[in-house]
């Protein structure tokens, strides 16, 4: 007779918790790029990745629960490609329904002075004004690490780091504070403490 293996109860109340936890992080990225909600929602992707992990550490020994588990595992990395992509494409300015907020705009204002390609235009002004905030965001960031650098020769740390490891650090700050504390910006100051130079990351709420 087949040994029956028995499901573990806490472990089911888990998988049922990350399922419904993937579905609503779907929900808000749609939100998201759809341009209804204006704050990625990073941190919630960073708190399911979390439970997928652990999920994964602890070996789950029932076939039928392991089963379940790998198909929501290879769902979420489905979705992170999509979304991975799908947020390149909006720092780009070339996402389809940023493209169609734009038609959309054209559409509005063509009657009263329409220029000779509206779309292509207003696109082009889409996409210098992103090319325009990343060009401040470069400049920002290699000063945040100018700084940082300086203050860690100071105490004596090392300064043997790469801008683009420091950029990518902070890049990931950025996107965790701003979903925490649904702000638009965020700032960083130097601070020395115990002897060590660290970046700190302050939220700026909108004026």
Not at 101 to 108: E, T
Not at 141 to 150: G, I, P, R, S
Request: net charge positive.
């Amino acid at each position: 007779m087949a040994r029956i293996e028995r499901m573990d109860q806490g472990l089911r109340g888990r998988l049922d918790e990350l399922e419904q936890k993937m579905f609503l992080l779907k929900i808000n990225y749609e939100k998201y790029f759809s341009g209804i909600d204006r704050v990625e929602p990073y941190r919630d992707r960073e708190e399911v990745k979390r439970m997928v992990r652990d999920l994964a550490e602890e070996g789950i020994k029932n076939a039928t629960q392991a089963f379940k588990f790998q198909g929501l595992k290879a769902r979420f990395q489905t979705y992170e490609l999509y979304w991975t992509r799908n947020q390149k494409m909006m720092e780009e300015g070339t996402h389809p329904k940023l493209r169609a907020r734009v038609d959309r705009k054209v559409a509005a204002t063509a009657a009263a002075a329409p220029p000779i390609d509206p779309r292509e235009a207003e696109q082009q002004k889409v996409l210098e004004e992103r090319a325009a905030r990343m060009e401040r965001e470069e400049r920002a960031y290699k000063l945040v690490y100018d700084k940082y650098m300086e203050a860690r020769g100071k105490c004596g740390q090392s300064t043997d780091i790469s801008f683009d490891a420091v950029r990518e650090a902070l890049t990931k700050q950025v996107r965790q504070i701003k979903s925490t504390f649904n702000v638009e910006s965020v700032k960083f100051r130097i601070v020395v403490e115990d002897g060590k130079a660290k970046v700190k990351a302050v939220p700026q709420a909108a004026t």
